[in-house]
C-alpha cells in the first residue's frame, strides 16, 4: 500500500481528485481482449497506467504477460478493445489511423530489440529516414540525423553501414534514429535482448542519458537487472499491473 501511495505523491495523484492533465501518459481501465466470446483471451486485463513527463518506468513482465501487448498500445501501435488513453491530453482512444501515424511520428520514438536498420544505407542514412516524414529538406535532415548520432557518441561511425559495427553500436545507431526528431517519450522494446553484456551496458547508459536530457523513457524488458537502471518498475502478469514500484535510487 505505501508504494502506491508514494506513487500518487510523485504522480500527484493524491487524495480525492487527480489532475490528470499533470499526465503525459494515462490509461485508464484499458482491456485487449482477443477472440471474444467462449475462448477469450486477455491480453490486458484492466490496467490503469498514468506516467509523467520525465520519468523512467520500466515495465517487467515473463512472456506471455501482456507486456508488449501494453507497450503497443502506449506506442498507439494498437488499440485497446475498451478503456480510456490520454496522452499530453489528447483522447488517443478515439483518433483514427491518420491522427495515430501523426502522434507516433512527432511524439514516441521506438528503439526495437532487432535494430531494424536498413543494410544498404550508412548510419546517418539510417537515422534520417524519420524525418522525411516531417517533410524537411535534406541539408536540415541531415544535420539532426548528425546532431543525433553525435549524442550517442558515434561521430566516428556515421558513413559505417550496419554490417561494419558492433551489436551495441547498431542498437546506439537506432537510438539516434528514435531520437533524431525530438521526441518527448522513447519506448524501447527489449533493447539490450541481442546484446552482450558489454554492449548491453553501453546502451543503457545511452538511454539513461537521454532521460536526464528530459526524455520520458518506458522500457519494456522481461530482465530485472535491466530494469533495474529505471527509477520505477512496474510489474505486469497475466495482464494485469500486480507491483508498481518507485526505486530511491536507480542503479547507475
Do not use: W
Not at 150 to 160: A, C, I, K, S
Amino acid at each position: 500500500m505505501q508504494k502506491r501511495l508514494d506513487i500518487l505523491k510523485k504522480t500527484n495523484c493524491f487524495g480525492e481528485r487527480c489532475n490528470m492533465e499533470s499526465f503525459l501518459i494515462d490509461m485508464r481501465q484499458i482491456y485487449k481482449i482477443y477472440n471474444a466470446g467462449e475462448n477469450e483471451v486477455r491480453a490486458l486485463d484492466g490496467v490503469s497506467l498514468q506516467i509523467s513527463a520525465g520519468e523512467f518506468v520500466a515495465i517487467v513482465g515473463q512472456s506471455g504477460s501482456g507486456k508488449s501487448t501494453l507497450m503497443n498500445i502506449l506506442g498507439c501501435l494498437d488499440g485497446p478493445t475498451s478503456g480510456a488513453y490520454s496522452l499530453s491530453g489528447r483522447d488517443v482512444f478515439h483518433m483514427n489511423d491518420g491522427a495515430l501515424s501523426d502522434i507516433r511520428n512527432r511524439q514516441i520514438g521506438f528503439i526495437f530489440q532487432g535494430f531494424n536498420l536498413i543494410s544498404s544505407l550508412n548510419a546517418v542514412e539510417n537515422v534520417e529516414l524519420p524525418l522525411i516524414y516531417r517533410g524537411m529538406d535534406k541539408a536540415e535532415r541531415r544535420r539532426m540525423a548528425v546532431e543525433a548520432l553525435e549524442q550517442v557518441g558515434l561521430q566516428n561511425r556515421m558513413h559505417h553501414r550496419p554490417a561494419q559495427m558492433s551489436g551495441g553500436q547498431q542498437q546506439r545507431v537506432a537510438i539516434a534514429r528514435a531520437i533524431a526528431a525530438r521526441p518527448p517519450i522513447i519506448m524501447a522494446d527489449e533493447p539490450t535482448g541481442n546484446l552482450d553484456s558489454a554492449s548491453g551496458a553501453e546502451v543503457l547508459s545511452a538511454i539513461k542519458a537521454l532521460n536526464r536530457a528530459g526524455h520520458t523513457i518506458v522500457l519494456i524488458t522481461h530482465d530485472n537487472a535491466i530494469a533495474q537502471s529505471a527509477k520505477r518498475i512496474v510489474r505486469i502478469h497475466d495482464g494485469r499491473i500486480e507491483e508498481d514500484t518507485v526505486l530511491s535510487e536507480a542503479v547507475s
